[in-house]
């Protein structure tokens, strides 16, 4: 079935070297062209996402257009218990099973047009400014991609999409492993965008955003002087304490916070207040100690203040457990698949973005990567490094805990330019976050080739995935 098919339609003379090539898979190499016949759908869906951005858990229609979209083109699309704007769809039967985790979701403020000065569409609405709305929609290409290939019998096994919601807050991806939403899945596959299209082993640090809701009393302190539980003053007990922790920690820590319930006026005090803390580690254990130190440090905060403390974990992110095996499959895909050239046009849109960061961050980011093919302002090599110098974190980690996940990361800005900027918006509604796009879906879906072409390569992931997870448990 699988020589009759390629055979069909081509002229006799041909079939012998049609039939060499395909013994020299060719049909992997044509997993490029099943992609770019179809680019113009795939654009149309990444566009329509940035043009209606939806923040976390409100991905209503981010998540229907893919639904429809995936239903149409014969994939079984179930929603997942508990989650409205969570879903999967696979396509084909049996193992392996191999996933894509798409996401979807913006960030609040970033609205952005696309150009290269601060514009936005509408002030304080959201934007794709970490490119999500392109991170789905290549997963759903290498989805249709290799879906095509299962159904001509190329391929054998099963291809699962999963739409996955609320990435940047709440941490989507966990709350579908809570559903259960991952059984039986063998491998993971999944990209973002950046600046420099490279490969890193244990890219994601742990994070977990814990807010903490402090109850007083309200009251009018010029005429009640004498009423106990001062809520603003414990948060601010509660920022000092964390001060002074600071002294105790290294490199391996970053801690944010922000005030989201303050007074509104000085002259009255509230009755709640509530801080919400970001706390990243190098690992998941690190992390986990943190929350524990801060959450003792808030509850010295209620003590000192006559007010109650209530914590709660609203995002809970694990570092990743980087698999050897998948690592090396994705980094020699992304060195075969050629990488997006730019017009002129796209160069000159890139350079002029380049500037408003400054040279600083772009020759720190090219001296760590050892960076020399450029075009422009963008990046056209590939890279591969242990560890990164930042400390980005992602629900992908919670992932690589329980299935044998690859991750990769593709130039869709200028080199050193951060994601979750009003810069990042603009290209990732412009061609050239398309371009990365069609670049990491032609990636995973070669990658995803191979595993269903060679099911040992599926087995080894595995056995690379139980001796790490035993080492490092
Ligand atoms: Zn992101």
Same mark, same amino acid.
């Given at each position: 079935?699988?020589?009759?098919?390629?055979?069909?339609?081509?002229?006799?003379?041909?079939?012998?070297?049609?039939?060499?090539?395909?013994?020299?898979?060719?049909?992997?190499?044509?997993?490029?062209?099943?992609?770019?016949?179809?680019?113009?759908?795939?654009?149309?869906?990444?566009?329509?996402? +940035?043009?209606?951005?939806?923040?976390?858990?409100?991905?209503?229609?981010?998540?229907?257009?893919?639904?429809? /979209?995936?239903?149409?083109?014969?994939?079984?699309?179930?929603?997942?218990?508990?989650?409205?704007?969570?879903?999967?769809?696979?396509?084909?039967?049996?193992?392996?099973?191999?996933?894509?985790?798409?996401?979807?979701? !913006?960030? *609040?403020?970033?609205?952005?047009?696309?150009?290269?000065?601060?514009?936005?569409?509408?002030?304080?609405?959201?934007?794709?400014?970490?490119?999500?709305?392109?991170?789905?929609?290549?997963?759903?290409?290498? @989805?249709?991609?290799?879906?095509?290939?299962?159904?001509?019998?190329?391929?054998?096994?099963?291809?699962?999409?999963?739409?996955? &919601?609320?990435?940047?807050?709440?941490?989507?991806?966990?709350?579908?492993?809570?559903?259960?939403?991952?059984?039986?899945?063998?491998?993971?596959?999944? +990209?973002?965008?950046?600046?420099?299209?490279?490969?890193?082993?244990?890219?994601?640090?742990?994070?977990?955003?814990?807010s903490y809701r402090f109850r007083g009393t309200t009251s009018?302190?010029?005429?009640?002087?004498?009423?106990?539980?001062?809520? %603003?003053?414990?948060?601010?007990?509660?920022?000092?304490?964390?001060?002074?922790?600071?002294?105790?920690?290294?490199?391996?820590?970053?801690?944010?916070?922000?005030?989201?319930?303050?007074?509104?006026t000085s002259n009255v005090l509230p009755e709640i207040t509530?801080?919400? /803390?970001?706390?990243?580690?190098?690992?998941?254990?690190?992390?986990?100690?943190? %929350?524990?130190?801060?959450?003792?440090?808030?509850?010295?905060?209620?003590?000192?203040?006559?007010?109650?403390?209530?914590?709660?974990?609203?995002?809970? /992110?694990?570092?990743?457990?980087?698999?050897?095996?998948?690592?090396?499959?994705?980094?020699?895909?992304? %060195?075969?698949? *050629?990488?997006?050239?730019?017009?002129?046009?796209? =160069?000159?849109?890139?350079?002029?973005?380049?500037?408003?960061?400054?040279?600083?961050?772009?020759?720190?980011?090219?001296?760590?990567?050892? =960076?020399?093919e450029t075009q422009g302002s963008m990046h056209r090599g590939? @890279?591969?490094?242990?560890?990164?110098?930042?400390?980005?974190?992602?629900?992908?980690?919670?992932?690589? +805990?329980?299935?044998?996940? !690859?991750?990769?990361?593709? !130039?869709?800005?200028?080199?050193?330019? *951060?994601?979750?900027?009003?810069?990042?918006?603009?290209?990732?509604?412009?061609?050239?976050?398309?371009?990365?796009?069609?670049?990491?879906?032609?990636?995973?879906?070669?990658?995803?080739?191979?595993?269903?072409?060679? &099911?040992?390569?599926?087995?080894?992931?595995?056995?690379?995935?139980?001796?790490?997870?035993?080492?490092?448990?």
């Amino acid at each position: 079935m699988q020589i009759a098919y390629y055979i069909d339609n081509q002229r006799t003379d041909m079939r012998i070297q049609y039939l060499i090539e395909l013994e020299e898979s060719m049909d992997k190499k044509n997993i490029s062209s099943l992609i770019e016949r179809r680019a113009q759908e795939f654009i149309d869906l990444a566009e329509k996402i +940035w043009e209606r951005p939806e923040v976390a858990l409100e991905e209503v229609y981010a998540s229907s257009l893919q639904m429809e /979209y995936l239903a149409a083109n014969g994939f079984r699309v179930r929603n997942v218990n508990g989650l409205s704007t969570a879903f999967t769809a696979e396509f084909g039967n049996g193992k392996p099973v191999i996933g894509l985790l798409g996401e979807y979701d !913006a960030l *609040p403020g970033l609205s952005q047009k696309v150009t290269a000065q601060r514009e936005p569409i509408a002030a304080d609405d959201p934007g794709h400014g970490c490119g999500h709305n392109l991170i789905g929609v290549g997963c759903i290409a290498a @989805a249709i991609a290799i879906k095509e290939l299962i159904e001509k019998g190329i391929l054998n096994g099963t291809i699962k999409y999963f739409g996955c &919601p609320a990435e940047e807050r709440f941490g989507g991806k966990r709350l579908m492993l809570n559903a259960n939403a991952f059984d039986g899945v063998d491998c993971c596959f999944s +990209w973002h965008p950046e600046s420099v299209n490279k490969i890193t082993k244990e890219t994601f640090r742990a994070i977990y955003d814990v807010s903490y809701r402090f109850r007083g009393t309200t009251s009018y302190i010029a005429a009640d002087r004498e009423m106990g539980g001062n809520a %603003v003053s414990a948060m601010e007990l509660l920022n000092i304490g964390v001060q002074y922790l600071r002294a105790h920690l290294n490199d391996d820590y970053i801690i944010e916070y922000c005030v989201t319930k303050g007074a509104e006026t000085s002259n009255v005090l509230p009755e709640i207040t509530e801080i919400s /803390y970001a706390l990243r580690a190098d690992n998941t254990d690190q992390c986990k100690k943190l %929350v524990e130190r801060i959450g003792k440090i808030a509850e010295g905060a209620a003590l000192m203040s006559g007010t109650t403390v209530k914590p709660e974990i609203t995002g809970e /992110y694990y570092s990743e457990l980087y698999n050897e095996v998948l690592g090396d499959i994705v980094y020699r895909n992304m %060195v075969e698949v *050629p990488r997006p050239e730019y017009t002129p046009e796209e =160069i000159e849109f890139a350079d002029t973005l380049a500037e408003t960061i400054g040279k600083f961050p772009v020759d720190r980011t090219k001296s760590y990567y050892g =960076i020399v093919e450029t075009q422009g302002s963008m990046h056209r090599g590939v @890279a591969k490094q242990d560890r990164i110098s930042y400390k980005p974190a992602s629900d992908v980690g919670n992932v690589s +805990w329980q299935i044998p996940t !690859a991750m990769f990361f593709v !130039a869709t800005n200028p080199i050193g330019m *951060p994601m979750h900027t009003w810069q990042a918006t603009a290209t990732s509604g412009s061609s050239l976050g398309y371009k990365g796009m069609f670049y990491a879906s032609k990636v995973m879906a070669a990658s995803i080739f191979e595993l269903m072409e060679h &099911p040992e390569k599926v087995e080894a992931a595995k056995k690379a995935f139980n001796e790490n997870f035993a080492d490092r448990k």
